[in-house]
C-alpha cells in the first residue's frame, strides 16, 4: 500500500502553461508539506498545511498556489510556469505538526521548455 | 538565518564503516535530522537527534554536538545498497505552528566492491 502518492511523477510543459500536481496520503496525518528539490538536489520547504489549513508558506511566487480539501490531499497548482520551475516537487506528511519524522512520496518531475 | 555544510562526496568500500558529517550554524535549534535519498527516489528518514550523544539504530549511528553545531552518521558494515545520498537536516524552534525542516544539499555516497 503506498503511503504518499504523488500525481504524475513526470510531467513535461512549456512556459506559460497552467499545471497541477496531486498528492493524497493514507497515513491519517494532520500535516503535509511541499517540497521543490532542485537541479543542485537542494530540498527546500515551499508549503505546509495542518489539518488543511496552511501553516508554512515560505518565500515562493505567488504563481504557486497549494490547496488542501481535506487532511489526506494536498494539491500545488502552478501557474504562467517558467523554465525555472523545472524540478522535482515531494509531496510529504507527518503525524502531526510536531513529528519529527516526514514520510515523503514519490516525487513529481516537472521539466518547463 | 541557517547554514547547512556537509561533503558533496564520498567513497567507500563494501564491509567498511564511514563517517558523514554535517555542521550547521543556525539562529535556533530543535532537532538534527538524517534521511537517505536513493537516487531517484524520495527522502526516506534515518534519524532524529535533539540531545548530545549518540544515537543507534542498527548499522546506523548519529551523533549531536549542539554546543559545536556538529553531527555525523555512521554506516557501518556498508552494503552496496547503501550507495545514495544522505542528507542532513536541522529543525529551528517551534513558532506559531511551525515544523520546518532546513536540508543541507546532501552527500552522495558511493559503496564500491
Known amino acids: 500500500d503506498t503511503a504518499v502518492s504523488q500525481t504524475p511523477k513526470y510531467l513535461v510543459t512549456q512556459m506559460g502553461n497552467d499545471k497541477s500536481i496531486k498528492c493524497e496520503q493514507n497515513?491519517?496525518?494532520?500535516?503535509m508539506y511541499w517540497y521543490k528539490q532542485d537541479s543542485k538536489k537542494f530540498l527546500k520547504i515551499m508549503f505546509s498545511?495542518?489539518?488543511?489549513?496552511?501553516?508554512i508558506n515560505e518565500t515562493v511566487p505567488n504563481r504557486f498556489s497549494p490547496k488542501s480539501p481535506d487532511k489526506a490531499h494536498l494539491n500545488l497548482h502552478i501557474n504562467s510556469l517558467e523554465l525555472g520551475d523545472s524540478a522535482v516537487y515531494f509531496c510529504a506528511s507527518s503525524q502531526d505538526w510536531q513529528s519529527y519524522e516526514q514520510y515523503f512520496g514519490p516525487g513529481t518531475r516537472l521539466t518547463v521548455t | 538565518g541557517q547554514n547547512i555544510d556537509q561533503p558533496t562526496e564520498m567513497t567507500a568500500t563494501e564491509g567498511a564503516i564511514v563517517q558523514i558529517n554535517c555542521t550547521y550554524q543556525t539562529s535556533g535549534f530543535n532537532g538534527l535530522f538524517w534521511y537517505q535519498q536513493h537516487a531517484g527516489e524520495a527522502p526516506t528518514f534515518l534519524s532524529y537527534n535533539v540531545l548530545d550523544g549518540l544515537e543507534e539504530k542498527g548499522r546506523f549511528s548519529s551523533f549531536l554536538s549542539r554546543s559545536k553545531g556538529y553531527s555525523y552518521l555512521l554506516l557501518k558494515e556498508l552494503q552496496m545498497k547503501d550507495s545514495a545520498s544522505y542528507l542532513c537536516?536541522?529543525?529551528?524552534?517551534?513558532?506559531?505552528?511551525?515544523?520546518?525542516?532546513?536540508f543541507g544539499a546532501g552527500t552522495r555516497l558511493a559503496v564500491h566492491p
Open positions: 498545511y495542518n489539518n488543511k489549513e496552511l501553516i
Open positions: 497515513l491519517g496525518h494532520d500535516t
Open positions: 537536516a536541522v529543525r529551528p524552534p517551534f513558532s506559531g505552528g511551525y515544523n520546518k525542516l532546513i
